[in-house]
């Protein structure tokens, strides 16, 4: 059982930055990836950036070079700093955590969920 709660969410100009963290808490032991989500109104939930037991990282194609995903060496905070934000990236943002009862897989679940946090980013 996994529990995460976002922060730093809030408004921001075309071209600033921002940085969001996820606390994660609970047995992180068999989390074998941590992401970030983000949700617009009337649009689906976009897989934004994620990051594996080993570092490995992947990024949607809208945010590389732009959002730059890591953890604490613990792994019990996942930081989202997004730079060069746009309008598009208007949106709740959601840490996610894919926890296994034993041995990580490649295509573990993300099964437990923050309440999000806000980003606006006004032109």
């Known amino acids: 059982q996994v529990q995460l709660m976002e922060s730093g969410g809030g408004s921001v100009q075309t071209g600033g930055s921002l940085r969001l963290s996820c606390e994660v808490s609970?047995?992180?032991?068999?989390?074998?990836?941590l992401g970030w989500f983000r949700q617009a109104p009337g649009k689906e939930r976009e897989q934004v950036a994620t990051?594996?037991?080993?570092?490995?990282?992947t990024y949607a194609n809208s945010v590389k070079g732009r959002f730059t995903v890591s953890t604490d060496n613990a792994k019990n905070t996942l930081y989202l700093q997004m730079n060069s934000l746009k309008p598009e990236d208007t949106a709740m943002y959601y840490c996610a955590a894919a926890w296994v009862r034993w041995i990580c897989i490649p295509n573990a679940k993300y099964n437990y969920w923050g309440q999000g946090t806000q980003v606006t980013v006004s032109s």
């Open positions: 990051i594996s037991r080993d570092d490995n990282t």
């Open positions: 609970g047995d992180t032991s068999t989390t074998c990836f």
